[in-house]
């Protein structure tokens, strides 16, 4: 098989993650090397073989793996097929250094649960103007390393406050259209980031980025039904551009904002 190797990498903007990247390998093994961040991997096909502190580890198909900063290691594909994989490089403000031992001694994490929240987190950071909700993501991927890497010492959580719900959707109502950042929610309606997400999601039955997006499309609703143009919608109910829009508009309404603000003007507007 001929060698391969297509790789896309981006920094999003969302605070702690340092890059993402995505890669496909065949004919390829990349020599020992240090990372100044964290390497929280998911292989997506095939499997990778590799050695961190001097120890033999794998990548199965259901294994998360975490590689702590500045400790060498390498890679190499198991099968001539080579490997797909997902990374994201995560730094010291997401996980601290207190957990670099731990990492080493147990890099590989079998855990459904991680993976799968994983790869949702690599879809929100695939879509420019969702990093609210790639955030509350990260934030729960988080909390469940550090639940592997410091069993008998959880993240601390404040203890449970009735209000914390209500105030996050009062300001997440304040601020429709500019939006906030988690970390800035978070610091505003004094709890952790995680407990916020949690709480929120158990009182009102809805995370909180989708509750954010389906007050947007709402807002959007009226915009087109007074005859703006989707684009200006777009901006004005503080999506991050038009397709942004779209697909958020299309997955909650099931058509899109053009057609919808069409049925405004007496046009009938078929779905199926």
Do not use: C
């Not at 995680?194 to 959007?220: C, D, K, N, T």
Request: aromatic residues 6%; hydrophobic residues 40%; without cysteine.
């Amino acid at each position: 098989m001929a060698a391969q190797r297509e790789v896309s990498a981006w920094r999003p903007r969302v605070p702690g993650v340092v890059e993402v990247f995505h890669a496909h390998y065949t004919g390829y093994a990349y020599p020992m090397h240090v990372h100044d961040a964290w390497t929280l991997l998911i292989v997506d096909d095939g499997a990778v073989r590799y050695d961190l502190d001097r120890h033999e580890h794998g990548t199965p198909h259901d294994t998360v793996s975490l590689l702590p900063p500045h400790v060498p290691h390498n890679g190499s594909p198991v099968t001539e097929r080579g490997f797909r994989k997902r990374v994201l490089y995560l730094d010291l403000s997401v996980l601290d250094a207190g957990l670099v031992g731990a990492a080493v001694d147990g890099p590989d994490l079998r855990d459904p649960l991680l993976r799968a929240r994983i790869g949702q987190l690599h879809t929100a950071l695939g879509r420019p103007g969702d990093e609210f909700e790639a955030a509350s993501r990260l934030t729960l991927v988080t909390e469940r390393l550090y639940g592997h890497l410091r069993p008998r010492q959880r993240l601390r959580v404040p203890p449970p406050d009735r209000g914390v719900a209500h105030r996050l959707r009062e300001l997440l109502d304040a601020r429709l259209v500019e939006g906030v950042a988690l970390q800035e929610a978070a610091r505003l309606v004094h709890a952790h980031p995680a407990h916020l997400v949690r709480a929120f999601s158990r009182r009102f039955g809805i995370a909180p980025h989708q509750y954010l997006m389906s007050r947007r499309v709402e807002h959007a609703r009226r915009l087109l039904l007074r005859g703006m143009r989707p684009a200006d919608t777009a901006v004005a109910s503080g999506f991050y551009d038009q397709a942004h829009l779209t697909r958020h508009f299309r997955r909650l309404v099931g058509v899109t904002p053009g057609r919808y603000a069409r049925a405004g003007d007496g046009a009938a507007v078929r779905t199926g």
